[in-house]
């Protein structure tokens, strides 16, 4: 007989998962059930009957896997009806597939047809409740999204209030901010306007003073310029205790006496403060050169006789008159690995010029010569020949042995002879080159003079216009000091205030940002508290569930433990005999060479081993016990375990079998127990599951 393909029934494909199975069982079902077709309630009602067998089959992993192989393996002779080992068409009239028979049925198998009717009906029963399951939780699904947007809605709404409320606080802080700004604008206007007047009256009263001390002098004994700077010099208090003490006078050669000595004293002390500043002065502008002329020989150290060597050959090769000669020598000196500075160098020339040496004299006569040109004559160019300290010494005793009185060309001849290394034409060039140097520095003397005597003439007339410029400098000065200190006080007040007001900025953004921060810690806190209660409670309401479904469990096991010793209708035990062959054919289609059937043990019933895997052990293998005639209507199988892995507890195992049992009394388990066996076992580590091959 052909094959039903259920998954063409369904229209669904071959790789549907178990909800998209149930949806589409469950519209077919709606479609097809019997009180929906009344105008054609057998073929409704076989109809129905498929689509239940459909669903039952797709979604139980033994079945499925059966009928998956038997789907692409078909077999070609069909199996024999046997009562003994099929019945109503064997296995695969157990799963409702094949053709309608024409004989008429005997009653086992219309009871067999009565049991896929029921079948069917707990299908129905089955989806009709797990759609209800499905719609309820879609229902609480959307009932938490509900949930979810309001407290949302409500979180965007409180957070609008508080940005709206932070914006009212900050415009009303900004206002009364401006308000104490313009306050003290005002304030600050109003004393300036004070102050101006007070300076204004302090300079009348002083002007009034000034007046009053010089009616109160008599005579001409001082200069009016001279009365004039100094009570300019004074201030209001001193000009009215002089002025009382003038007019006190019963004479005017006492008040004569008392105003010079005033002025006399005032003098003496500028005098006094005026030298002591220039004395800083110098003596500053002194230190100054000083530690620019001494302070970076001393920090270079002595010069070796090497360098000096160097020195002298640069100083030849940039004599006098070169541009930036003493910067050339510096990095000749530096190339040569000798550094010296360009200060450095000229104190040094300045020292060789002072004191020479034989060694170094050419380096000091370069310095003082000036370049040559193409004009020079015979006599300078014989004048620019080397002389030393020595031969010079000798020209200048030679001059005084020899006096002019005798003939020339006599006289020079014996100043040669005593002169060593040079010739009468050498000597009388070094005699007229001496004689120009002295005559133009004669020439130099002679025009400073002339100058300092016509300094002496203007110098009068220039320290009359000075003092005058002095004293409209001082008077400028001090309106500008004035007028600098009153900026300055206003500056200063200004920062002050602005200081103050952006203190009491800080502080309230500071105290705000607490108070955020406060809020924020309490509202993390109050929503931690929350979550810990929900998570305690949600554990709390899983363990005491898990309680009860162990509870239940433990009870249902028990109320079946009781049922066992119920006898059984021969009708019964045919049926589970029938149940345990299909069994055995699904098991071994899906684990193939890791099942194995023992031979028939008479009354205690056949003997299943399957082969789980295998770890540190050995391999782990189960063997189960099926008890004639009483398994799956009945009672358990009987579970023995070997090379379990080391902290597996063997009882456990066989708790969850007998639970397994229990919850689907009259189905095959075994399939659903092995393989959450399998997935308890390989939570241990070394354990590695067996693949069928």
């Known amino acids: 007989m052909p094959l039903t393909n259920y998954y063409s029934l369904l229209d669904i494909p071959e790789h549907a998962d178990d909800d998209t199975i149930r949806k589409a069982y469950f519209k077919a079902a709606r479609q097809w059930h019997p009180d929906k077709n009344p105008d054609n309630v057998e073929e409704a009602t076989e109809k129905f009957k498929q689509f239940a067998e459909a669903n039952e089959v797709l979604r139980d992993p033994q079945q499925r896997a059966a009928y998956d192989h038997e789907l692409r393996n078909p077999r070609r002779e069909e ?66 999204r509900r949930v979810k947007d309001e407290a949302q809605r409500l979180k965007v709404k409180a957070y609008k209030e508080e940005k709206e409320r932070k914006e009212r606080e900050e415009a009303a802080l900004q206002k009364s901010l401006a308000e104490e700004l313009r306050q003290k604008a005002n304030v600050e206007a109003k004393a300036e306007i004070e102050g101006k007047k007070r300076k204004q009256m302090e300079k009348q009263l002083s002007k009034e003073a000034r007046q009053r001390l010089k009616a109160a002098v008599r ?37 004569q006496r008392i105003i010079i000595d005033y002025v006399e004293r005032w003098k003496n002390a500028q005098h006094v403060a005026l030298e002591a500043a220039r004395k800083a002065r110098m003596e500053a502008e002194a230190e100054k050169a000083a530690a620019e002329d001494n302070a970076p020989i001393s920090a270079q150290g002595e010069w070796t006789a090497l360098e000096l060597t160097h020195f002298t050959q640069a100083s030849n090769q940039f004599p006098g008159g070169y541009p930036s000669r003493f910067k050339a020598i510096s990095d000749a000196l530096t ?74 060309n006599e006289r020079w001849s014996k100043i040669a002879a005593d002169v060593p290394g040079q010739t009468k034409k ?40 000075e003092r005058i410029r002095k004293e409209q400098d001082k008077q400028k000065r001090e309106e500008a000091r004035e007028k600098r200190q009153l900026e300055l006080e206003k500056e200063h007040k200004a920062l002050a ?29 109050l929503e931690q508290d929350r979550m810990e209660e929900e998570r305690n409670n949600q554990e709390a309401e899983k363990m005491k569930t898990e309680a009860l479904e162990r509870e239940r469990r433990m009870e249902a096991v028990e109320a079946q433990r009781r049922l066992r010793s119920r006898s059984m209708a021969p009708e019964e035990e045919l049926q589970n005999q029938q149940l345990q062959e299909d069994e055995c054919v ?4 899906i684990f193939q060479d890791c099942f194995q059937q023992e031979p028939w043990q008479g009354p205690l019933g056949c003997v299943w081993k399957i082969r789980l895997g295998c770890c540190s052990e050995g391999e782990v293998a189960v063997e189960l016990q099926l008890p004639a005639g009483k398994y799956p209507s009945l009672c358990p199988p009987q579970a023995s375990f070997s090379n379990l892995p080391i902290g597996c507890c063997e009882a456990d195992l066989k708790d969850d079998l007998e639970a397994f049992f229990v919850e689907h009394i009259g189905d095959g388990i075994i399939y659903e127990w092995v393989v959450d066996l399998q997935q308890q076992l390989q939570e241990y580590d070394g354990f590695e599951l067996a693949e069928p091959g």
């Open 79 to 144: 199996r024999q009806d046997d009562t003994r080992s099929g019945g109503a068409g064997g296995f695969w009239s157990w799963f409702g597939r094949g053709q309608e028979s024409t004989h008429e049925y005997t009653e086992e198998e219309k009871e067999w047809q009565e049991a896929r009717r029921r079948r069917a009906e707990r299908a129905w029963d089955k989806a009709a409740k797990q759609q209800e399951e499905d719609e309820k939780k879609e229902a609480e699904a959307a009932e938490r």
């Open 219 to 255: 005579g001409n004994c001082i200069e009016e310029d001279e009365l004039q700077e100094f009570c300019l010099a004074q201030d209001l208090a001193q000009l009215e205790t002089i002025s009382c003490e003038l007019e006190a006078c019963p004479t005017d050669q006492e008040t």
């Open 335 to 408: 190339h040569l690995g000798f550094p010296r500075d360009e200060k450095a160098c000229i104190a040094k020339m300045k020292e060789l010029k002072a004191c020479p040496s034989p060694a170094v004299h050419s380096a000091a006569v370069q310095e003082s010569k000036p370049p040559a040109s193409n004009g020079k004559t015979d006599d300078d160019s014989t004048s620019s020949k080397e002389w030393s300290a020595e031969q010079q010494k000798a020209l200048e005793a030679a001059l005084a042995t020899y006096p002019a009185s005798l003939a020339a």
């Open 426 to 465: 050498e000597c009388v060039a070094r005699f007229k080159w001496l004689r120009e140097q002295l005559s133009q520095e004669a020439a130099k003397k002679t025009e400073q003079a002339h100058k300092k005597e016509a300094g002496k003439v203007v110098d009068k007339e220039q320290q009359e216009l």
């Open 497 to 525: 205030e602005k200081k103050q007001i952006d203190a009491l900025e800080r502080e309230r953004y500071l105290e705000q940002k607490q108070l955020e921060t406060d809020m924020y810690m309490k509202q993390q806190q």
């Open 586 to 589: 699904v098991l071994e289609s």
